[in-house]
């Protein structure tokens, strides 16, 4: 069993910061790829970043210059600082684990709430 839990959402006012971590944990091999998604409601899941056990990383253009994905291998853990906030990254954002061996897990989700 491989478990996936999310947390930091919340919220908070246009132009603000929140970071997001994802913790892995259970019977896993290792991690290829770690990514975010997001789903805003009445909308389908977006991809929001990701970064690859070899550090390459990769970011949705509506992110690019304010969201920052890093990863702790050690730990099999990944982050989403996010700054300049505006409106429309209001959504649940959720962590997903891609193994080597072939699994995918995603977490729960995580709300993020920002005001203008």
């Known amino acids: 069993q491989v478990q996936v839990v999310e947390s930091g959402g919340g919220l908070v006012q246009a132009g603000g910061s929140l970071r997001l971590s994802c913790l892995a944990s259970?019977?896993?091999?290792?991690?290829?790829?770690m990514a975010w998604h997001r789903q805003a409601p009445g909308q389908q899941r977006e991809s929001v970043a990701l970064?690859?056990?070899?550090?390459?990383?990769n970011y949705a253009d509506s992110v690019k210059g304010r969201f920052t994905i890093s990863s702790d291998s050690t730990k099999n853990a990944w982050y989403l600082q996010m700054n300049s906030l505006k409106p429309e990254d209001t959504a649940v954002y959720y962590c997903?684990?891609?193994?080597?061996?072939?699994?995918?897990?995603w977490g729960q989700g995580t709300q993020v709430t920002v005001s203008s």
């Open positions: 997903l684990a891609n193994l080597f061996s072939g699994g995918s897990y």
């Open positions: 259970g019977t896993i091999s290792r991690i290829s790829r």
């Open positions: 970064i690859t056990s070899s550090g390459i990383t």
